[in-house]
């Protein structure tokens, strides 16, 4: 990140440096599900990924005054945190590589019925198993897309390659990931 | 998927599967957001990236220090098969052909690795090179030749050069008309039609 504004930045209406709890709450209305998602698509257990998310917002408060809004939008911003804290926890260990199906319980589910749920939670453990049996980069790829809900040019900013290659690494990772499902 | 396709047109062949994630989501407890807010505004520090055991500090420390000591004692080892320092003002002798006995040459050297080699002319008369003379001639550790115009080839030999005890080393000058020296080499004295190689 460059140096830090000379004033405050708008994104999505939030004041971006100020190190302050406010903007911190604002941040999280904004962006805390797609950090949370970014670390349930990893396979990270919901307690787990709740500290994590925790860590990753008290990483970007203590960075807020690097951050740059002409380089990347703040949820971009917020997910290589995301990344790093990921990475940081998975070398020392206070991560468990897989999720159980069973731990499922921060599932967000509209179907009405037990019997559909039953179901919906049935094909989400069997997605998520796939996603278990993809390697390190296709699930990192699928994480952020799917479950940090970035664009193709984020992506690509995320993890430094051009756009044309984000979509051929994502058309790889979706057909291992039907593979992985049938 | 092509670059015609966009962010969320993917290939029908994906489709169960992109459907599926793109409809996958989880929802945080309710009370995240106000705890995170609550820990920043008491100034709480994240944990920042995992700090190494002790135990691996350690490891770390003495593989250091073991690789230290084994570059030391390799370097050691290195510089004491190098041979003997050597250190040898040779004079008078006619080593640029211009017909008076009055050139001579220094040698610093440890064993047979060279380090400078002189040629002096002795102007002062002193038969050691001192700072009267006239050097004609200065190499480093590797011999090289300076000029290409009909030179003319100058050997004394021998003498115990490198230190190593038998007297079995000469000095190779090629020097031009003007007596400008060109050349200036050590070598050990082979066998009939064994090559000595320069030093």
Redesign the interface.
Known sequence: MSAPPQNPVQDNGLDVPHV???P??AW??AH??AV??YF??QLVP?DD??DF???T???A??AADRYDASRAGVQTWLLTIARNVLI??R??A?VRRQVGIDELR???MDEPSPEERMLRRE??GA?MTAMGGLNTEDREL?SL??GGDL??AELAQVLDVPP?TV??R??RA??R??EQ?T | MTGEHTDRDFDPHFVGAERLLVGLSFNPRDSLGPEIAGRVRRGEEPRGRPKASRAAVLRSVLGVAASVMMMVSAGILTWKSMGPPVLIDSCCQDLDGGGTADDGFVLEARGRHISRLRLYEDRDGSGTLSSADLVRFVRGRVPAIAGERDARTTRICCADLDGEGPADDGVLIMSEADESVVLAAVYEQHPRGVAAPLR
């Open positions: 302050q709890a406010e911190c709450a999280y209305a805390g599900r949370y998602n349930r698509f919901p990924a709740e998310t925790a860590e917002f008290l990483r408060v203590r940081d926890e070398r020392s206070r921060d599932l967000a094909e989400v997605a699928l897309r799917f664009e193709i044309g979509r051929t994502l058309w979706l057909e990931l039907r499902m």
